[in-house]
């Protein structure tokens, strides 16, 4: 309990530390209390800047790294997969199809983007799932099957840039991997959806946790394992594609984050759903950050900053989890 309770103490007070620094640095420096003065009573111009231009892209990348942390979460629970992960096996790219499909021929449609995102998100589980269920689902099967829909989804989003047409490729650079220029209507949505799935997704821990266990158990103890799973997975979609609609895919958030939080406390999913979200926020606004400010003013998106991160982390994830494998 002891390091539980650390844990979320210091995960909490580096994620207030990183807020007042990411929203202090950039073109525009002022100190935290010339922000805070600056909020309260206005009058700053610098402070009034900050706010329409960096504080939308702040809240909307806590709410990116807290939604893709619990997704990856619910979905590793759903499948019994370390490996599971929106931006791995597809969901997010299937998300992002929708997207950029909606906003190139109904604009006026953008508020219900993540709502719409869910369905390309939702196709894309069900083809993993249908794909690799074969008297159960295989590890090893669902990870390749979920590249493969990845690679498809991801096929079609690019088709998009080669249509010949300026709109739809302004629209497709508004809607792939990047976390600049957002406004406070990006913010509405994207905190409106994500707070939904969030707290769904607490409401549902001890299924989570049930699920730890075998069917058979499960099943004697009348838990309705298929309901469970089903209802789980389409928060986890929710969380995945209302992220995706509005910050592109981001890929390994839900990959690392999982895994660390369970070293530091544990498997229970009443405790691991809240500090995963905590996470996550610090994990995307650390990277946002870094990505903003290491070689301003040019940016680097904080997708490419995970895919460094992650990739390797996901080599050794699989060396180490080889022997489910059967190899």
């Not at 370390?82 to 021929?105: C, H, K, R, T, W």
């Not at 910050?247 to 691991?272: C, E, M, Q, Y």
């Amino acid at each position: 309990m002891r390091k539980i309770v650390i844990s979320f103490i210091v995960a909490t007070t580096l994620l207030i530390f990183v807020i007042l620094k990411s929203a202090t640095m950039g073109s525009l420096d002022v100190t935290s209390i010339e922000l805070i003065n600056g909020l309260l009573m206005g009058g700053n111009e610098k402070v009034e800047i900050i706010k329409d231009l960096r504080l939308p892209r702040i809240i909307i990348s806590l709410f990116v790294g807290a939604c893709l942390a619990v997704s990856g979460l619910l979905l590793q629970a759903v499948m019994r997969n370390p490996l599971a992960e929106a931006g791995i096996i597809g969901i997010s790219s299937g998300a992002n199809f929708v997207s950029i499909f909606v906003l190139s021929f109904f604009p006026h449609l953008f508020f219900w983007s993540p709502l719409l995102a869910f369905f390309g998100g939702a196709f894309a589980c069900f083809l993993v799932y249908a794909f690799s269920w074969k008297s159960g689902l295989s590890p090893l099967r669902l990870i390749l099957i979920g590249v493969a829909v990845n690679a498809i989804f991801s096929g079609l989003n690019e088709s998009f840039n080669y249509r010949g047409s300026y709109a739809v490729t302004s629209i497709t650079q508004a809607t792939t991997s990047t976390l600049s220029m957002k406004t406070w209507s990006d913010v509405d949505v994207m905190v409106l959806y994500g707070s939904i799935g969030l707290i769904l997704s607490f409401l549902l821990f001890s299924w989570c946790n049930l699920l730890a266990l075998q069917d058979k158990t499960t099943k004697n103890l009348g838990f309705r394992v298929h309901r469970a799973r089903i209802l789980i997975s389409i928060v986890a979609v929710h969380l995945a594609a209302v992220s995706t609609a509005i910050a592109g895919v981001i890929a390994f958030v839900g990959l690392l984050i999982p895994h660390s939080a369970r070293i530091l406390v544990g498997n229970n999913h009443k405790v691991l759903i809240p500090f995963s979200a905590i996470c996550g926020a610090l994990l995307i606004l650390t990277a946002d950050t870094l990505g903003r400010t290491i070689i301003a003013p040019n940016e680097i998106p904080a997708s490419i900053i995970m895919a460094i991160i992650g990739g390797p982390f996901l080599i050794f994830l699989i060396r180490k989890s080889g022997g489910i494998y059967g190899d």
